[in-house]
């Protein structure tokens, strides 16, 4: 006959299935389907002077990211990873970083730049309106 598992053990494994599901849920949102990417409803982003010319602006509240490769030409992504769609979480060097598994994008054309992401960034359209930035 065998003894039942000591309630440390229960407890213990308890703990890891628990932590474990965290982990399926901070990177979850969508996965590598673009189909979510677009926002359903046209979102008015902010001022159009707040993206640098040749830099990138993130919107992680919208989960978008818009640069300006050259004045007045404006670029937007989805900035939910491709790999497990967690949203971008910083822009450094024209990179976008997914902080889940360390995939990189190009900001002005949504490549993969460093895996494990195998698909670029859904662009998404955007346009200058008014002095504003409207997505979708």
Do not use: W
């Not at 229960?10 to 189909?35: E, K, Q, T």
């Not at 902010?46 to 040749?54: H, K, M």
């Not at 360390?102 to 460093?114: A, L, N, P, Y």
């Not at 859904?122 to 346009?127: C, D, H, L, R, T």
């Amino acid at each position: 006959m065998s003894q039942p598992p000591a309630r440390r053990t229960v407890l213990r494994g308890a703990a890891l299935v628990g932590a474990a599901g965290f982990g399926v849920a901070a990177c979850s949102g969508g996965g590598s389907d673009g189909a979510s990417a677009t926002p359903a409803e046209p979102v008015t982003l902010g001022a159009a002077t707040e993206v640098p010319v040749g830099g990138a602006k993130l919107y992680r509240e919208s989960r978008l990211l818009v640069s300006q490769p050259e004045k007045g030409q404006f670029k937007c992504f989805s900035a939910k990873c491709t790999h497990a769609g967690c949203v971008l979480d910083k822009i450094e060097r024209n990179q976008g970083n997914c902080p889940c598994h360390g995939s990189r994008f190009d900001v002005t054309t949504g490549k993969v730049i460093q895996g494990p992401a195998g698909k670029p960034l859904p662009e998404v359209p955007v346009k200058a309106e008014g002095g504003k930035l409207i997505a979708g």
